[in-house]
T-cell receptor, first 116, second 114 residues
């Protein structure tokens, strides 16, 4: 089974702090994604990566950056956390297209971040 | 740009009954994929069912089935013989044929009553 893990289930940070959210997958997936989940808004894509050191902006990249130094690990960075970044953050991974036409995304358990 | 709409923020069903969650989408593409994901309380999101647009036959996975109406751009999820474990947030998602990115709806919270 694919396993996607996230470093923390709950995190509380202060405004202005630099925050790192870590995601690790163990199935050698090429694609990795960071989403933000808010009530009434569904999941919105922040960034995704299709290879090591490769990244592409999603729909809401402002205030975030990412790092992918190794294939299995994808980090989301909040350079200076703000209260409007309080949210649930979900990581996901998927195979490179062509292996599975549906290219199902597998999700981690989520990190609920509170910025005070 | 593609959009996905789930017009039912909350739904409820009695155990053993059938419930249908609605999803509509907007696209100008002819080839794409559609998904229903389930997010149980405090648990990981998992794929429930998937459909490829060019396949006319509706997908079925045990008690879960879809009603895919391509012309109407509708992709509803039917849950038969509802169980307490079906209680969750359900998200409809769209993926274009030539991208890996998913576009999600806003979700429907399903409650199941004994």
């Amino acid at each position: 089974d694919v396993k996607v893990t996230q470093s923390s289930r709950y995190l509380v940070k202060r405004t202005g702090e630099k925050v790192f959210l870590e995601c690790v997958q163990d199935m050698d997936h090429e694609n990795m994604f960071w989403y933000r989940q808010d009530p009434g808004l569904g999941l919105r894509l922040i960034y995704f990566s299709y290879d090591v050191k490769m990244k592409e902006k999603g729909d809401i990249p402002e205030g975030y950056s990412v790092s992918r130094e190794k294939k299995e690990r994808f980090s989301l960075i909040l350079e200076s956390a703000s209260t409007n970044q309080t949210s649930m953050y979900l990581c996901a991974s998927s195979l490179f297209p062509g292996v599975d036409s549906y290219n199902e995304q597998f999700f981690g358990p989520g990190t609920r971040l509170t910025v005070l | 740009a593609q959009t996905v709409t789930q017009s039912q923020p909350e739904m409820s069903v009695q155990e053993a009954e059938t419930v249908t969650l609605s999803c509509t989408y907007d696209t100008s593409e002819s080839d794409y994929y559609l998904f229903w994901y389930k997010q149980p309380p405090s648990r990981q999101m998992i794929l429930v069912i998937r459909q490829e647009a060019y396949k006319q036959q509706n997908a079925t996975e045990n008690r879960f089935s879809v009603n895919f109406q391509k012309a109407a751009k509708s992709f509803s999820l039917k849950i038969s013989d509802s169980q307490l474990g079906d209680a969750a947030m359900y998200f409809c998602a769209y993926r274009s044929y030539n991208t890996d990115k998913l576009i999600f709806g806003t979700g429907t919270r399903l409650q199941v009553f004994p």
